[in-house]
């Protein structure tokens, strides 16, 4: 009969991440379609009882923690002690935990530990004739997978947006702490602080509700026969802080960086597409972008898709967007600026 180890690490503030309650969504489900596997949750973190208190009622046949100052952070050398200790005690044939940067550094090494194996960025689980399968993509989400193991435990890594988060209501929960000896080789590394950038220049939000993309149509030469990247910038920075978007790039516009004046907030990890990223998000509007499918090809993910072009025979209008606007984006997102400031 198989097991499942739920993983989830809190944040800073002592919260578990949205993608710790869609992996416990997954866990659960996984357990109903194995016939009633037990799920046991694995905590970790510097002080968890609130994130524990937060899925009391999961259902959950026990939580087993992992806390304290050498928790309390990421680190390789003592999450991978903590992750094995979990992994012991739980016992499990399937180990499953949210896409985090914090895990991806760490659970790799676990499972090697644990005479495992691992899959990362899962997007998708289901018990086929008894067996578990599980789907991830390759090639830049061109060629989707569907793979299952025999080796046991098999830790699988969820991406963020598979599934729905777990709701339930909270509680006082009953945790068993393990206690894990970290020796002083574990401790070398040390976090002496946090540096993170400006407010201002953080414009990747991942947990965003919408995905705007800048394309680079706002650099070019407009009706008047003129540039107006500084009015563009304007306009596109407004945007997203007021509508908290984050935001995302064609090729074009970040390729531009190296060819005089652009758009300043710019960089390549804003690039979606082929040669980028592929978010996701529930909606996307994307603005002086032509829709070609190398960028396209990054919206795979992005539930309802909006463009706003000035060219009605552009790529979106070729059934890549639910919704075209043939439309001059500095109008239409001048005046869309206007509305969310009130
Ligand atoms: C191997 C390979 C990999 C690639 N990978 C990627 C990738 O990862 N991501 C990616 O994005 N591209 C990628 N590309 C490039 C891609 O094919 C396109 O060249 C690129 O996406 C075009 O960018 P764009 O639509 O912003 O610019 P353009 O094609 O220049 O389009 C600009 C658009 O803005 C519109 N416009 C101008 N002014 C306004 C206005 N005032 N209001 C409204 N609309 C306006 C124009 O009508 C035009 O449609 C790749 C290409 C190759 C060959």
Redesign the pocket.
């Known amino acids: 009969m198989d097991k499942i180890l739920l993983l989830a690490h809190t944040l800073d503030d002592g919260t578990l991440p949205k993608g710790a309650y869609e992996s416990l969504n997954a866990a659960l489900k996984l357990a109903a379609d194995l016939g009633g596997a037990a799920v046991t949750v694995g905590l970790l973190g510097g002080d968890v009882q609130s994130a524990a208190d937060s899925i009391a009622a999961c259902g959950a046949a026990s939580i087993l923690v992992v806390s304290g100052e050498d928790f309390a952070t990421s680190r390789y050398s003592s999450d991978t002690v903590a992750v094995e200790a979990l992994v012991k005690e739980a016992a499990p044939t399937l180990v499953l935990a949210p896409t985090s940067s914090r895990f991806s550094r760490c659970l790799p090494g676990a499972a090697y530990r644990c005479d495992g194996r691992i899959e990362t960025h899962i997007t998708g689980i289901k018990v086929v004739d008894g067996t578990v399968q599980v789907q991830r993509w390759y090639y830049r989400q061109r060629m989707v997978a569907t793979l299952s193991r025999a080796q046991r435990p098999w830790f699988l890594v969820i991406d963020s947006g598979v599934f729905e988060p777990w709701q339930g209501a909270a509680g006082t929960a009953d945790v068993k702490a393990l206690d894990i000896a970290v020796d002083d080789s574990c401790r070398r590394t040390r976090v002496v602080g946090v540096q993170t950038p400006d407010s201002d220049a953080q414009t990747i939000r991942p947990d965003a509700k919408l995905l705007f993309v800048?394309?680079?149509?706002?650099t070019?030469k407009?009706?008047d026969g003129q540039l107006h990247i500084k009015k563009a910038e304007g306009l596109i920075l407004d945007f997203i802080n007021n509508s908290k978007a984050s935001l995302g790039?064609?090729?074009?516009?970040v390729d531009q960086s190296s060819e005089g004046e652009v758009i300043s907030f710019m960089s390549h990890l804003n690039?979606?597409?082929?040669?980028?990223s592929t978010p996701r998000h529930p909606k996307g509007l994307a603005?002086?972008?032509?829709?070609?499918?190398?960028?396209t090809?990054?919206w795979r993910f992005i539930s309802e898709r909006r463009a706003?072009?000035?060219?009605p025979n552009?790529g979106w209008a070729q059934g890549k967007a639910d919704v075209l606007y043939v439309?001059?984006?500095?109008e239409?997102i001048a005046k869309a600026n206007e509305l969310l400031a009130k």
Not at 214 to 218: L, S, T, Y
Not at 327 to 330: G, K, L, Q, R, S
């Open positions: 800048a394309g680079a149509g706002w070019k407009q009706a790039s064609s090729k074009s516009l690039q979606v597409g082929q040669t980028g603005t002086c972008c032509h829709g070609e499918e190398p960028h090809v990054g706003i072009t000035l060219d552009c439309a001059d984006a500095f239409v």
